[in-house]
C-alpha cells in the first residue's frame, strides 16, 4: 500500500512540474497523462484563471508532501 502512495506522490509531482512546463511552453512529454489537471481541470475552475501556474506548483508540493508522509523510519531521516 505504501508503494501506491508512493507511486501517486511521484504522480503528483510530475504532473505539477509537467503542467508549469505546459503552461509557460508547450510540453512534449507525456503531455496528455501529466497534464490532465493543467488541460481539463484548471480551465474548468473560474476562481482559477490567472492562477494557473500556483494552481500547478500546489498540485506538486501536495504530492511532495504525499512522498513525505509515505517515508517510514527504515528509509532513513
Known sequence: MRNVIRLA???LVAAGISGIIDHLAVQPFWGAILNVFNRQVIPRLDFLTGY???ANLFVAVVGA??????????DGA
Do not use: D, S
Open 9 to 11: 506522490g511521484a504522480f
Open 52 to 54: 494557473e501556474i500556483y
Open 65 to 74: 508532501v504525499v512522498l513525505a508522509a509515505a517515508r517510514t523510519p527504515e
